[in-house]
């Protein structure tokens, strides 16, 4: 029944993501408000096509968020879904192959059915979507198991401070029994996991300052401190000789895997040569000691994801800046906290600045690293809905990527969360070329029903 309606159903499946992917809905971006309005109409719109009912567009303090649920009887659980609907910018737009907003696709080594390429697509218009099509699947075949409430949110790429105020403020509302989230990816197409830990994540701006003004390099270099090349000396310090961080009590509140724990860790199914082949790279990078899955996943990081200052146009001017910025994002492991993790960098980044120049730090935003349990009906639910349509057990596995509303659900709402993602590493998220496999796409329509099942069947305690 599941299949038959997906094969029916295939091509509009398809059409409407497609549509949906055309809007451009970066969030980051002020001259796209009116793009945010208009694709949580979208939502909102498909939502109630779909049979959710209280269906809304809720205003907040910057984007919207769309709320819609379906409550066929009380006494049954709840499954809260999670999403959002707002896309990191296209730059730079030169890198592209095609188009970013206009759905293209093209067959790939991993993807020989075809995979979406545009902005969203995987990061999380397509696996978002993936459930209202399910849940219409459900509701048009009368299968709904259990109640389902949707809260798609348009401001995860830029640090969700305003769904955390709605959930405080909707806690009765989005009362459920679990979370379910599809933002994450799979170790490969022909080895399904679920992903078990989150790390967390410290994200800043900083901002060094030298002369009032631009000066002239030839008349005043060599006599007055470069904040560009400041910068990049405190930045290179922060690393030492084995890619250990530097800053004071970084590593204070890092949870230690056990021997056993990195040795099953190790056991996922990865190949570091063809890891390095598919990054087009030579040799791999991280601190010492740990294998490339522990570093992705269980080690906390310091990456530096923009620098920028002085003269970057076509042709030369020979400047002398007077500031130089970079945005610096820190990934944290279970009992780091983003906010103290803030305050060290901070005090670390302005203790190792000369008098030359004046440093400042702007917390942008962060979240809490989080692990989920293995044994909790959720995490059964799902795994037994990925072994029905993958026919192979899925693999627990901890990303490295960062989800902070994870941590706020269980924080405000006491609910934990299961992490069902149905991309892949490699479908470019944040980088031009993003893609989505439509295998991909139409296997996490098929799963999802499954999962619902299996919930339902193994959680009978009463929660709406």
Not at 310 to 327: D, I, R
Request: proline fraction near 6%; hydrophobic fraction near 35%; charged fraction near 25%.
């Amino acid at each position: 029944m599941i299949k038959e309606y997906i094969e029916q159903n295939r091509q509009r499946f398809l059409d409407e993501l497609f549509e949906l992917l055309r809007i451009p809905s970066i969030s980051a971006d002020p001259e796209n408000k009116n793009d945010m309005i208009k694709c949580a109409e979208f939502v909102k719109s498909k939502m109630i096509a779909a049979g959710a009912d209280k269906v809304e567009v809720c205003q907040t303090a910057g984007h919207p968020i769309v709320y819609g649920e379906k409550i066929i009887d009380k006494k049954l659980p709840t499954v809260l879904v999670y999403g959002h609907y707002d896309v990191q910018p296209v730059v730079p737009l030169e890198l592209w192959d095609s188009p970013p907003f206009e759905p293209t696709v093209k067959k790939t080594n991993l993807h020989p059915d075809g995979a979406i390429f545009a902005r969203g697509s995987s990061d999380d218009k397509g696996q978002f979507y993936m459930h209202l099509k399910a849940f219409e699947l459900m509701m048009k075949t009368n299968s709904l198991p259990c109640n389902v409430k949707f809260m798609i949110e348009g401001e995860e790429e830029v640090g969700s401070e305003n769904l955390g105020k709605f959930i405080v403020s909707n806690k009765e509302r989005l009362k459920a029994s679990v979370v379910v989230i599809s933002d994450t990816s799979m170790i490969a197409n022909d080895i399904p996991s679920i992903d078990v830990g989150l790390r967390g994540l410290s994200y800043v701006e900083v901002e060094v300052t030298g002369p009032k003004i631009d000066l002239h390099s030839g008349v005043y270099g060599g006599a007055i401190a470069n904040p560009i090349t400041i910068l990049a000396k405190m930045i290179a310090s922060i690393h030492d000789s084995t890619n250990h961080i530097t800053i004071p009590g970084f590593y204070e509140d890092v949870m230690n895997l056990s021997n056993d724990e990195r040795t099953e860790l190790n056991k996922a199914p990865f190949n570091l040569d063809e890891y390095k082949k598919d990054l087009a790279v030579d040799e791999v990078w991280g601190e010492k000691g740990y294998t490339t899955l522990e570093r992705t996943g269980i080690r906390p990081t310091f990456e530096l994801n923009g620098i920028w200052g002085g003269y970057t146009g076509e042709g030369s001017k020979t400047v002398l800046p007077a500031k130089a910025f970079a945005k610096i994002s820190m990934r944290l492991v279970p009992n780091q906290s983003s906010k103290k993790m803030t305050e060290l960098f901070t005090k670390y980044f302005e203790s190792i600045a000369p008098k030359s120049v004046k440093v400042k730090v702007k917390d942008l935003h962060g979240g809490e690293p989080v692990v989920t349990p293995t044994d909790s009906p959720a995490y059964i639910a799902a795994a037994k809905a990925i072994e029905t349509t993958f026919g192979k057990k899925a693999v627990p596995t901890r990303s490295g990527g960062s989800i902070p509303i994870v941590a706020l659900f269980e924080k405000e709402l006491g609910l934990k969360s299961v992490l069902m993602g149905f991309g892949l590493d490699s479908d470019g998220l944040h980088s031009p070329n993003e893609h989505y496999g439509i295998f991909n796409y139409l296997k996490g329509i098929e799963t999802i029903p499954h999962f619902f099942k299996n919930y339902a069947e193994m959680q009978t305690q009463p929660s709406v």
